[in-house]
């Protein structure tokens, strides 16, 4: 299969299918977990925690989730073709069953198992932190493919290999599908993969038993605490990706405070970065067009691939990993000037005289970078788009607000609101404006209808950024997933403003 995998409205992204065409005995998959009580014993070809995609052969894994239990599905991933059940209690269901104490835990190392354990055959790199993560993944994967490795990516934009792509439906997949994922980059032939990496994953434990060569730590800031409960747990769950059962070697940004921490408590080898005078490649420079870095005393100028100055220390972690993986420093460097992922500084030009950018931020501390960003590219206004997704994050939607009046105008407006009331959303965006002082902000939560306010208050010279969603294309309103690229829209609210292509 080659090109794009097909989208899907329903779950906003597509299963990666392997066809290794492996099998091993049910027994034989769940050998050394323990605490495992077997009854019947099948042939098992894949592994599966969805049952709308459980395949003809699979092992159906009855994931205990938040909301939904996995063993009420059963009997529909059966019906669907499964031949054997990974469950916390035995089913009325005819077919083999295996009783473990947590399925959550043993569906990584099962699933491996039966794909053949693909992470042993390549050289992994994980990449977390809060922001940042996928361009720096996105930018390791061009360094690491400039030293002549071929290369696999998984980030929150797409996964991809030599021959195949598909939209991403999450940062990191469920374990079952990293696992069928690896297993088809193994067969495409790929040495190096770059993983990204999100909080939720590590403590799901979806990317066990998968120990990557190197680990990046980009930086921490609040973020999914409605998940976490706590900064500080948050920060647990990062930092357990730097222990020497999940990464052999570290990459570490101490610019960041937590990253210092980090560094200070890895147990296993760390390189740090950063423009501390500590940090072992050292950014020395960094004018918005090129970074120096220092790296054992000489100095490696990068060149930044979107004019933003924002990814500094990105681009140093991405460099230092690279050398960790092998790569020589010129071809490194070479990489790294490879254009950024979708949705991130994307600039939508047709020939208007001012700055039109779409961009993912959407944490208080990636909105404040990037009007930073938009002010060393350009001496004009900046006018922003800016709202906060419903059902996560309620902790930082007043810091969102307070870090939008940075722009000359603010026109805050629906992102994805799920099953919350777009109004009661801003609402707590604009209790952080409260006594702040800043530009001028006004409410639209039509997104269409406030991309187009912006794009009509700008006059030559200015910038207009569109945040929060960046590279997604549908909007999740109520129960639906609707068709939304704020790419396109930016281009016809230019279009209607009478910019369009020669």
Request: glycine share 10%; hydrophobic share 45%.
């Amino acid at each position: 299969m080659s090109g794009w995998c097909r989208d899907s409205r329903r779950f906003r992204g597509t299963i990666v299918e392997c066809d290794c065409r492996r099998a091993c005995s049910l027994s034989a998959a769940v050998r050394g977990l323990g605490e495992a009580e077997l009854r019947g014993d099948a042939r098992i070809s894949d592994v599966g925690t969805d049952s709308r995609r459980v395949r003809p052969g699979a092992l159906f894994c009855a994931v205990p989730g938040t909301q939904r239990d996995g063993h009420a599905f059963a009997a529909e991933a059966v019906a669907a073709g499964a031949g054997a059940l990974l469950v916390q209690r035995f089913l009325d269901v005819p077919v083999p069953q295996v009783r473990v104490p947590a399925v959550r835990a043993a569906v990584g190392p099962v699933a491996a198992r039966v794909h053949g354990h693909p992470a042993d055959a390549l050289s992994i790199a994980a990449v977390t932190g809060t922001n940042g993560k996928t361009t720096t993944a996105h930018l390791l994967e061009a360094a690491l493919a400039a030293g002549g490795l071929r290369t696999g990516l998984s980030s929150t934009v797409e996964t991809r290999a030599p021959g195949w792509r598909c939209p991403a439906a999450l940062t990191t997949p469920d374990a079952a599908e990293l696992q069928r994922m690896l297993c088809r980059m193994r067969a495409a032939g790929v040495q190096a993969a770059v993983v990204e990496v999100s909080s939720h994953a590590i403590d799901q434990q979806r990317t066990d038993p998968v120990r990557a060569e190197v680990a990046v730590f980009t930086n921490l800031s609040p973020e999914h605490l409605d998940y976490h409960g706590t900064v500080e747990q948050y920060f647990a769950a990062k930092a357990a990706l730097f222990t020497p059962e999940r990464c052999r070697r570290a990459v570490v940004n101490i610019d960041d405070r937590w990253g210092r921490r980090l560094a200070d408590q890895a147990r296993v080898p760390v390189v740090t970065v950063g423009r501390s005078p500590r940090a072992d490649v050292r950014v020395a420079e960094s004018d918005g067009a090129r970074v120096v870095v220092h790296d054992n005393g000489e100095p490696v100028v990068l060149a930044v691939p979107a004019a933003t100055g924002r990814h500094a220390t990105g681009l140093a972690a991405a460099y230092a990993a690279a050398r960790l993986l092998g790569v020589s420093g010129p071809a490194a460097a070479r990489g790294l000037g490879a254009a950024l992922p979708p949705g991130r500084f994307q600039r939508v030009d047709v020939g208007q005289p001012f700055l039109a950018v779409v961009d993912f931020a959407h944490t208080p501390t990636a909105v404040a970078e990037l009007i930073a960003a938009a002010r060393r590219a350009s001496g004009g206004r900046v006018h922003l788009v800016v709202g906060c997704a419903g059902n996560r994050d309620r902790f930082s939607r007043p810091e969102v607000g307070r870090a939008a009046l940075a722009a000359d105008t603010a026109v805050f407006t629906a992102d994805d609101p799920g099953g919350e009331d777009p109004a009661q959303i801003t609402a707590q965006v604009l209790t952080g404006t409260i006594g702040c002082s800043g530009g001028d902000f006004l409410v639209e939560h039509d997104r269409r209808e406030a991309i187009a306010i912006a794009v009509g208050r700008a006059v030559p010279g200015d910038v207009v950024l569109v945040a929060g969603r960046g590279h997604e294309r549908f909007q999740a309103v109520g129960g639906e997933q609707l068709p939304f690229d704020d790419a396109e829209v930016v281009e016809a609210a230019l279009a209607a403003a009478g910019w369009t292509r020669e």
